[in-house]
T-cell receptor, first 110, second 113 residues
Framework: DTAVSQTPKYLVTQMGNDKSIKCEQN?????MYWYKQDSKKFLKIMFS???????INETVPNRFSPKSPDKAHLNLHINSLELGDSAVYFC?????????FGPGTRLLVL | GENVEQHPSTLSVQEGDSAVIKCTYS??????FPWYKQELGKRPQLIID?????GEKKDQRIAVTLNKTAKHFSLHITETQPEDSAVYFC????????????FGAGTRLFVKA
C-alpha cells in the first residue's frame, strides 16, 4: 500500500513522561510535516522537513523535537508531556503542492 | 502574521442544495490554495486545489474560485449528498523550500437527507 503511516495510532500516558511518534511515507515525497489538531479541530503546522532539512519550525515548545533520519521518515519526540499536549498529531508529506496526511496519532495525557 | 479566515464555521444544507465556503488569506506571497475534507475520526484528504494563475477550477460537483486581488477563494459544492457531510479546511500555501501551509479554522458541513 502506498501511503503515509504513523505509529502508534493511540497513545495514553502520564504527565511528565517522554514519548515518540513515528511517521513513514512511501510516496517518494521530499517534504514531510507534523501538524497538531486540537479539540476544536484547528490544524496547526509544527514542523516541516524538506530533503531531511528542517525548513519550518513554528512556535513550538522545546519539549518537541523532530528527527528525520531519511526523506521517508519523520519522527516526533516529546519530552515532559503536559496536559495541554493532548491532541491528534498528523504527519503529512508532499512533493510540491498538495499534502497527503497520515491517519493521525491520538495522544491523551493524564 | 499570516492568517487564513474561513466562513462559516458551521453550514447546514438540505440534500440537493448547494454549499459555499469562503476563505480570505493575508499573505500576498501565497500562490497555492488547496481544500481538504476531513470526515469524523479520519485524516484530512485533499479534494481540490487551485494555483494563483487560475481563477476557477471544477471537478464534478465541486469547484473553487480565486480572486487574487481581493485575496478571497471559495469552495462550491453542488447537488450536495449526505456523504458530503464533513469538516472542510481551506489553506493558503507558499513555497519556502517545501510549502508553508496555513489552514483555515474549518467549516463543519451537515447535509440533511
Amino acid at each position: 500500500d502506498t501511503a503515509v503511516s504513523q505509529t502508534p495510532k493511540y497513545l495514553v500516558t502520564q504527565m511528565g513522561n517522554d514519548k515518540s511518534i513515528k511517521c513513514e511515507q512511501n510516496l517518494g515525497h521530499d517534504t514531510m510535516y507534523w501538524y497538531k489538531q486540537d479539540s476544536k479541530k484547528f490544524l496547526k503546522i509544527m514542523f516541516s522537513y524538506n530533503n531531511k532539512e528542517l525548513i519550518i519550525n513554528e512556535t513550538v515548545p522545546n519539549r518537541f523535537s523532530p528527527k528525520s533520519p531519511d526523506k521517508a521518515h519523520l519522527n516526533l519526540h516529546i519530552n515532559s508531556l503536559e496536559l495541554g499536549d493532548s491532541a491528534v498529531y498528523f504527519c503529512a508529506s508532499s512533493l510540491g503542492t498538495g499534502q497527503y496526511f497520515g491517519p493521525g496519532t491520538r495522544l491523551l495525557v493524564l | 502574521g499570516e492568517n487564513v479566515e474561513q466562513h462559516p464555521s458551521t453550514l447546514s444544507v438540505q440534500e440537493g442544495d448547494s454549499a459555499v465556503i469562503k476563505c480570505t488569506y493575508s499573505d500576498s506571497a501565497s500562490n497555492y490554495f488547496p481544500w481538504y475534507k476531513q470526515e469524523l475520526g479520519k485524516r484530512p484528504q485533499l479534494i481540490i486545489d487551485i494555483r494563483s494563475n487560475v481563477g476557477e477550477k471544477k471537478d464534478q460537483r465541486i469547484a473553487v474560485t480565486l480572486n487574487k486581488t481581493a485575496k478571497h477563494f471559495s469552495l462550491h459544492i453542488t447537488e450536495t449528498q449526505p456523504e458530503d457531510s464533513a469538516v472542510y479546511f481551506c489553506a493558503a500555501s507558499r513555497r519556502t523550500g517545501g510549502f508553508k501551509t496555513i489552514f483555515g479554522a474549518g467549516t463543519r458541513l451537515f447535509v440533511k437527507a
